[in-house]
C-alpha cells in the first residue's frame, strides 16, 4: 500500500464546513419526513398519517404548505456547517496519530477515527441541536420559539436530551462511513496512484451512506425517541431500547430507515464529493493549506 501524504487538519476542517452546510440543505426535506415518521409510535394500533417518503412529503404540503418541509432548518444548519468541520477536521488529526511507519491505515484504524470525530461532534454540536430540532417538528413550532418553549418547560437539560444516544448513534455511523469511504477510495484510485473524480467522490459517499444506515437504524430510533417530547415515559437509552422491542417488536427499530436511506444516500454522496472536491481546491490554491 502506497505511503499516504498527511495534510494540514485546518484543510479538512474548512472543506468540512463548506461540504456540510450544501448537504444539509440539499437533503433537509427527507430528514423532515424520516424524522416524523420515527416520532409516530406504532404501539397499540395507533394510526399514522402517513407511513412513506411520498405520502408524507404530499400530506405535509397539502396540509401545511410546502415550506413547512423546511421547519427545523435553520437550527440544521446552524448546526450543521461546525459539526461537518469538526467530524473532518478531527477524523484528519485522529487519522495522523494512527498511521504505522508506513503512512498506512487499516479499516479498523480509518473506523475509530471516524467513531472519535462522531462521538467529539455529538456531544459538541449534535445533541442540543438534534434536541431542538426533533421537538420544534414534533411541536410543530418554528426554532426560536420552540427553544424558548424547551427552556421555560424543561430548562437547560432539556437541549441535551438523549445526548447518550445520540453519541452512540453518530459515533458509529461516522466510524462506518469513513471506513468504508477509505477503503472505497483507497481501491478506485489504485492506492492515490489515480485521481478521485466528483463522480468516484458521489459513488463512494452514496454507498457509505447505505452501509451506515442499515447498520446503525436502531441507534436513530432510540435517539430520536429519547429526543422527543416523550421521552419521559423512558427511565434512558437502555430501557427506551427495551420498551420499543416489549411493546413495538423488532421491526420499528428500522421504522423510517427507507427515508433515511433516500436522505443519508444521496446526502453522503453530495458532502463526501463536495468535500474531496473542495479540499483539492483549496490545497492547490492556497498556501496556507498546503503542508
Known sequence: ?????????????GAGCVAGGIEATAVWPMEYIKTQLQLQSKAKGAKLPYNSMISGLTYTVRTTGFFSLYRGLA????????KAG?????????????????????PAKNFVAGLGAGVTEALIIVAPVETV?????????????????????EGVAGVYQGAAATAMKQGSNQGLRFMWFNEYKRIVT?????PLTPIMGLFGGMSAG???TLGNNPFDVVKTRMQGTKASQYKGTLDCFSQILKN????????????????????????????????????????????
Not at 500500500?1 to 476542517?13: I, V
Not at 430540532?133 to 418547560?153: D, R, S
Open 75 to 82: 437550527p440544521t444548519l446552524i448546526g450543521s456547517i461546525p
Open 190 to 194: 489504485n492506492d492515490g496512484e489515480i
Open 133 to 153: 430540532k426533533t421537538k420544534c417538528i414534533e411541536l410543530n413550532m418554528p426554532f426560536v420559539k420552540g427553544f424558548q418553549h424547551i427552556l421555560a418547560t
Open 86 to 106: 469538526i467530524r473532518f477536521g478531527l477524523n484528519s488529526v485522529i487519522k495522523e496519530k494512527l498511521r504505522d511507519a508506513n503512512g498506512n491505515l487499516t
Open 248 to 291: 413495538e417488536g423488532i421491526g420499528a427499530f428500522y421504522a423510517g430507515v427507507v427515508p433515511r436511506l433516500g436522505r443519508v444516500v444521496p446526502g453522503q454522496g453530495i458532502i463526501f464529493m463536495s468535500f474531496e472536491t473542495i479540499q483539492d481546491a483549496l490545497q492547490k490554491n492556497f498556501k496556507v493549506f498546503q503542508t
Open 210 to 212: 447505505c452501509f451506515s
Open 1 to 13: 500500500m502506497a505511503t499516504n501524504k498527511s495534510k494540514n487538519p485546518f484543510l479538512a476542517m
